[in-house]
């Protein structure tokens, strides 16, 4: 059974930092790319983040320089470090898993939230 399971989102104030992790399971880690996506209130699902499969990083416009993809193979677990985030990072954080051969083949946490507020 596949699992991807987020934990770290949480209330924190304009300029704060937090660390989403997503640890996986039931997946051959390294067959998959592996990224994060969000989804704010009334808007659409978006790319943040996401390894590409040759092994760079892919990070959305709006987060460049303020957000940090990694991972650790050996914990199957993928990380985003989120650094001085604003209200408008509010969202949904979602981890997804793409296969790096049959792209149609992905896999979804569950969500974790955060939310930027003074």
């Known amino acids: 059974q596949v699992q991807l399971v987020e934990s770290g989102g949480g209330l924190v104030q304009p300029g704060g930092s937090l660390t989403l992790s997503c640890a996986t399971s039931?997946?051959?880690?390294?067959?998959?790319?592996m990224g994060w996506y969000r989804q704010a209130p009334g808007k659409e699902r978006e790319l943040v983040a996401s390894?590409?499969?040759?092994?760079?990083?892919n990070y959305a416009d709006s987060v460049k320089g303020q957000f940090t993809l990694s991972k650790d193979g050996d914990k199957h677990t993928v990380y985003l470090q989120m650094n001085s985030l604003k209200a408008e990072d509010t969202a949904v954080y979602y981890c997804?898993?793409?296969?790096?051969?049959?792209?149609?083949?992905?896999?979804w946490g569950q969500g974790t939230q955060v939310t930027v507020s003074s």
């Open positions: 997804q898993a793409e296969d790096r051969v049959v792209h149609t083949n992905t896999y």
């Open positions: 039931g997946i051959i880690f390294t067959f998959y790319n």
């Open positions: 390894f590409t499969s040759a092994g760079s990083t």
